[in-house]
């Protein structure tokens, strides 16, 4: 009984391993959504084009390096706020192609209105 | 002048443009209407987004066109009973002298209108840089209420916020504000920015403005007057009617109709074609504002 015990904790560990082994291969199998630096400066975001492709997922990190700045993509329902001294990050998955306005919906000064960009997605 | 000898008098003079009405319909004023007596007519003028300051293509004559509005304005027959500027008065600057000398030379220009009281409220242009301390130096508050003939006013601020919110003390203050008016109360609202989403890709929305339109729904007599998009829009939040007013610098285009928010461009052959200021026409007993939209200059 003692043996029988023993090998079934061992058939159980091995499988264990083997399940955890297939887990960690499936997980490195996973490509990193591609992350796109961009920069809200006064009154201009670098790059003003951002290219994506349909069903890639990514993660955009903005800066602004002078004040707080927003960034609004209507389409995508996606905006935050960009606080110098911090990077704020936003993950999405575009589900359709086209060429979409994003803008700076954050007041930031006289050149406020023209500060806007646009993301292809292909 | 009667109303009706006014709102001719504009046709034949080639001052009318189209006319807008705003309200409830027949059978609802008819059954509304024993309970609402007591209520006189009257009419107020809105001007909106004089952007007093700017300079280029897109108005030749922006130094002109804010002292033809108010010669047009003061030439009206019968004096309308109050006027109010919603908001952008000046064109932004990142200087704030610059921007209290605007302020001051605006001031200045429409203190040529006969008619008091006139009433202001601030633009993200006048406001969002500093969060409306100009403004209130010049003008008073950015928000506040006023009653007249039977009518409750409610001026919001979705301005002074840079990240163009009301923000919770306001929604509060509103909140407090609507607790204290009867539930067929005649509520105008004016603001400088839509309430609603109209176009949120060209920042021609109020992040929570949807939960001032939930505060304002309980009431079914609420009309909504704002200024921001330069040009004329209608539109409908439930029984809540919003009405955009024309810009007296330049038009901007329909929403989504060009891949920017750029202003249209000048046309010498139609000088001041899209501007205008409008009349707006209060029957607080049908609970119904006729809108009449007025070019700056006579057609």
């Given at each position: 009984m003692v043996v029988d015990t023993r090998r079934r904790t061992l058939m159980c560990a091995a499988g264990a391993l083997a399940l955890s082994s297939v887990a960690a291969l499936t997980l490195a199998a996973e490509p990193k959504p591609r992350a796109i630096k961009v920069v809200a400066k006064k009154f201009e975001f670098v790059p003003s084009e951002i290219h994506v492709t349909h069903g890639e997922t990514v993660i955009l990190q903005f800066t602004a390096p002078e004040v707080t700045m927003g960034f609004n993509l209507a389409d995508f329902k996606l905006r935050t706020d960009i606080v110098p001294g911090q990077v704020a990050t936003l993950e999405f998955t575009p589900d359709k192609t086209g060429t979409f306005t994003f803008l700076c919906d954050v007041f930031c000064g006289k050149g406020h209105e023209d500060m806007s960009g646009t993301l292809i997605v292909s | 002048m009667s109303r009706f000898d006014r709102r001719q008098f504009l046709q034949l003079a080639g001052f009318g443009g189209a006319v807008w009405v705003s309200g409830l319909s027949a059978e609802v004023c008819a059954a509304d209407a024993p309970k609402a007596t007591g209520y006189d007519d009257f009419y107020f003028v809105q001007l909106s987004d004089t952007h007093w300051g700017f300079e280029g293509p897109?108005?030749?004559?922006?130094r002109g066109t804010l002292p033809k509005a108010v010669a047009a304005v003061n030439a009206i027959?019968?004096?309308?009973?109050?006027?109010?500027?919603?908001?952008?008065?000046?064109?932004?600057?990142?200087?704030?002298?610059?921007?209290?000398?605007?302020?001051?030379?605006?001031?200045?220009?429409?203190?040529?209108?006969?008619?008091?009281?006139?009433?202001?409220?601030?633009?993200?242009?006048?406001?969002?840089?500093?969060?409306?301390?100009?403004?209130?130096?010049?003008?008073?508050?950015?928000?506040?209420t006023f009653e007249h003939k039977g009518v409750h006013f409610i001026v919001l601020d979705n301005v002074s916020d840079p990240s163009a919110r009301l923000g919770d003390e306001q929604l509060a203050w509103l909140a407090d504000d609507l607790k204290m008016q009867p539930q067929d109360a005649r509520i105008v609202v004016f603001a400088h920015r839509p309430l609603f989403d109209l176009y949120p890709q060209w920042d021609w929305a109020t992040r929570?403005?949807?939960?001032?339109?939930?505060?304002?729904?309980?009431?079914?007599?609420?009309?909504?007057?704002?200024?921001?998009?330069?040009?004329?829009?209608?539109q409908m939040t439930g029984h809540i009617a919003h009405h955009s007013a024309k810009s007296l610098i330049f038009p901007l285009p329909v929403a989504g109709s060009q891949p920017k928010r750029t202003p249209l461009p000048w046309d010498p052959a139609q000088p001041y074609r899209g501007l205008g200021f409008r009349e707006i026409e209060a029957e607080p007993r049908k609970a119904e504002y006729v809108i009449t939209e007025v070019p700056v200059q006579r057609a």
């Open positions: - | 897109p108005n030749p004559d922006a027959p019968q004096s309308p009973d109050f006027i109010i500027f919603t908001g952008d008065l000046t064109h932004t600057t990142d200087d704030p002298k610059e921007r209290r000398k605007r302020m001051g030379e605006f001031r200045d220009i429409v203190s040529e209108l006969k008619v008091k009281p006139v009433r202001f409220i601030p633009g993200e242009h006048d406001a969002s840089l500093d969060n409306g301390k100009a403004f209130k130096e010049f003008f008073g508050p950015t928000n506040y929570d403005g949807a939960k001032a339109v939930e505060l304002l729904m309980p009431h079914p007599n609420v009309t909504v007057f704002y200024g921001h998009i330069h040009q004329e829009h209608h």
